[in-house]
């Protein structure tokens, strides 16, 4: 049976997505294949029949987190391991539950790497670049605080674009 | 208080998107902007609150309408009106419920012209290339069907692309 490979993120405010867009535009070739994100799962393949299942469990996990806040206040990066530098989520409970929860029980395990929550706006530059971008934004401070109430199922297109296919609510 | 632009539309299977992206790549500027979809109301300001309002408002038309099936036989253009070169969906009773429910009532009127449901694959170029894409699509027949179960509110954020709001599944 075919699958799709699906995804789960958080998309942040339009104020955070604008800011994160201003960078991305120049510095991330994946762009233009989805909005700025928080990915709480990374990518995982299931058929049709299986992300049926995954759904309700997904329903029950946004059940049981009440929403939450967020904030964010540098720039950091992923160097030497990769040359992805990201806006970096504050440690958040929240977080770390809602991507272990994702990573257990009927849902398949598709963790990488420790979870370390952030937005990425540069990826795949080369040293060099990846040298200068990160240079000219590791002193940067902001002040952004966001409202978390929901997150998003995906999956991708041949493209390697993605598609949301369905929002989950947090709490009750 | 400050709004944001919101519009709602239908993502079609991964199938007819990888199809009409394949389109779009060459011919949409807009390609990178929101994955192929059906447009089922236009673009419309609204703030937080009035969101909210709209939000229950869409969940009850949701429910009020089933499950149902859209076939796509062939491309059409809406030249002279516009250069915008599509995939027709062929007339849907539900997609038409779906668009005047949507532009009456609570919800703000936000239909420019006659509600003709499509995929848009080719838009914005000279009346030349025009003639050109739609002389060499005009003959195209395809035989695509697709089960809607679900539709997106979006909003746009400031370099024009859209990010997914919210999920709202059809039926009970």
């Known amino acids: 049976m075919s699958t799709l490979k699906y995804g789960i993120a958080i998309f942040p405010s339009k104020e955070i997505q604008d ?7 120049r510095y991330d070739p994946r762009y233009n294949k989805i909005p700025p994100h928080i990915t709480l799962k990374e990518r995982f393949e299931a058929t049709k ?13 946004a059940k049981e987190i009440e929403p939450f806040d967020i904030e964010i206040k540098k720039v950091s990066s ?4 990769t040359n992805t530098v990201y806006l970096k989520v504050e440690p958040n409970e929240s977080l770390t539950t809602l991507n272990k929860r994702m990573n257990e029980g009927k849902l398949p395990k598709s963790q990488q790497f420790a979870f370390v929550p952030h937005i990425t706006i540069s990826q ?22 966001d409202h978390i109430d929901r997150f998003q199922l995906l999956y991708q297109l041949e493209d390697g674009s993605w598609t949301v296919y ?7």
């Open 78 to 81: 992923f160097s030497p391991v």
């Open 19 to 25: 800011l994160a867009n201003s960078y991305r535009k």
């Open 49 to 61: 029949e299986e992300i049926n299942d995954f759904t309700s469990e997904l329903e029950k996990i």
């Open 166 to 172: 369905e929002t989950f609510k947090l709490g009750n």
């Open 124 to 145: 795949e530059l080369s040293e060099d670049e990846h040298s200068d971008v990160y240079g000219s934004m590791r002193m940067l401070e902001f002040d952004l605080k």
